[in-house]
């Protein structure tokens, strides 16, 4: 393991997508999954499904995750925003629905410290962030995903006197599309990633008591998966929101 890049990945496809380029970079990767208040039964599975295709398929350059949880820490705060959000109020003042504030530079950080220990542990004196942002075509871009912000994470990583940390962000120029098209030309199973925010709900059947199968589908209608249409299209792939994913769900 002489290159290590740790990446937060959700299960989503654009972290799964970075993961499997810098693997393609020669790097191995140490994946971090953070739950902080997200429909986390559904992403969690679908990070679970990603994080055993790496395993099969590159098993020495995937390392063991590491799993985060800043939803009880956060518990009060998120409720809050979650009331926020619903109302409008966040849609109104920053043209996105669903912005979670400072999202990128939390994990960010978080991952540089967890990397940090990883390497000392590992001998290693450099190590990578990986962020995989990218350029919005249809909706506002977030403060949190545009060069600047990784040009000044990497200002600030570059204060570290103990250990080389710099960004890893191939696709923050680019945009979905690119990210598409780079997932079929890597062979990522996108089909099993997860993007949609507003997942909707379809009881299959009652599980042991207290609990019921659910499927969860896209909605097809938050900013998420109207993006990923789009670049779905943009990239040849007309069916990349047909996808599901079934959980048990305590009623």
Avoid at 198 to 221: A, D, F, M
Wanted: glycine share 6%; aromatic share 10%; with cysteine.
């Amino acid at each position: 393991m002489e290159k290590l890049c740790i990446i937060s990945m959700s299960g989503g496809l654009d972290s799964t997508t970075l993961a499997m380029k810098a693997y393609e970079d020669g790097y191995t990767i140490l994946p971090i999954n953070i739950r902080y208040g997200q429909k986390n039964e559904i992403e969690l599975k679908a990070f679970r499904e990603i994080e055993e295709f790496f395993t099969r398929n590159f098993k020495d350059q995937f390392l063991e995750p590491v799993f985060l949880n800043l939803e009880d820490m956060l518990k009060t705060s998120l409720e809050l925003y979650k009331r926020i959000r619903d109302s409008g109020k966040v849609e109104a003042s920053t043209e996105l629905e669903f912005y979670t504030p400072s999202r990128n530079l939390v994990f960010s950080t978080l991952a540089a410290m967890i990397g940090e220990i990883a390497a000392i542990a590992g001998g290693l004196t450099e190590i990578k962030v990986g962020l995989g942002v990218h350029k919005h075509e249809s909706y506002k871009n977030y403060w949190d995903i545009k060069p600047d912000f990784v040009e000044a994470l990497d200002k600030v990583f570059a204060l570290n006197d103990c250990i080389s940390v710099s960004m890893y962000a191939p696709y923050v120029d680019l945009t979905k599309a690119d990210i598409v098209k780079d997932a079929i030309r890597l062979g990522v199973p996108y089909e099993k990633t997860w993007t949609c925010y507003n997942p909707q709900e379809e009881v299959l059947e009652v599980g042991i008591p207290g609990t019921e199968i659910v499927r969860y589908s896209p909605c097809l209608k938050c900013e998420a998966c109207i993006e990923r249409e789009q670049a779905g299209q943009k990239a040849g792939v007309d069916n990349i929101n047909e996808y599901y994913q079934e959980s048990v769900k305590r009623i």
